[in-house]
């Protein structure tokens, strides 16, 4: 019995339930109708989820799925610079594995950016950043781990992910919206097990507190 009490728990052992193979195949199903997987590859996947007994076994599933997406549509209206003379290192992914990985101050969000957290931690931080298009998809994933997206006032965002045993959600804003028809959007997607995704609309970096008011 001793042996068994001190052997370290292994999250990805754990049980699942229908629920949780039920969110799974919802995610599925979305890909096949995006055009991301086939008809045939859908029915293997859905067998294999509807098979699947632990979150190690059902993880791989999807994983997979959550670094592309559909493709957005056109952009309407330039997207807001906010230095637009100063060129900015772009960058596609941001993963961290038992680790940290940062995003922040000026740098180029492509169309499609990936973000993917193992037991650690990514911030990806929109306030100073050059968005490359009026609409940006972000896939976010997080497995034991953090995904934290901040974005400022004048960015729409919508938040569209599936979280098994985990949170995946948009937090109370720390500054009032500032929206209008030129507003870029950033469509959040991807999915949080055990572990957590949040995006968050905060002020500028430096704002004084003061002029923050109740938020």
């Known amino acids: ?18 629920a949780d193979r039920q969110r799974v195949a919802d995610v599925l199903r979305d890909a096949a109708g995006e055009g991301r997987i086939d008809l045939d590859e859908l029915e293997e996947r859905l067998e ?13 599933i999807t994983l997979d799925l959550q670094a592309t997406g559909p493709v957005a549509p056109p952009a309407a209206s330039p997207v807001r610079r906010p230095h637009p003379h100063v060129p900015a290192v ?17 740098w180029s969000v492509p169309e499609h950016h990936s973000a993917f957290a193992l037991m650690g931690s990514v911030v990806i931080d ?37 979280p098994i045993m985990g949170e995946f959600t948009q937090q109370k804003d720390k500054v009032e919206a500032d ?8 469509r959040v997607r991807g999915m949080a097990l055990m572990g957590s995704v949040n995006v968050q609309r905060q002020p500028a970096p430096g704002t004084p507190k003061k002029f923050l008011g109740s938020y």
Not at 1 to 18: A, F, K, T, V, Y
Not at 54 to 59: H, K, N, Q, S
Not at 179 to 186: A, C, I, K, R, Y
């Open 1 to 18: 019995m001793g042996e068994i009490e001190n052997r370290p728990h292994d999250p990805s052992q754990m049980r699942i339930s229908d």
């Open 48 to 60: 294999l989820t509807w098979q699947a007994k632990t979150y190690g076994e059902l993880v791989p």
């Open 90 to 106: 772009g960058h596609a992914s941001s993963t961290a594995i038992m680790g940290e990985t940062k995003r922040q101050g000026l």
């Open 126 to 162: 929109l306030r100073q950043a050059q968005l490359e298009s009026q609409h940006t998809q972000i896939n976010a994933s997080s497995i034991m781990g953090e995904v934290k997206i901040i974005v400022p006032a004048h960015v729409h965002v919508v938040v569209d992910g599936t």
């Open 179 to 186: 929206l209008g028809p030129d507003s870029p959007v950033v």
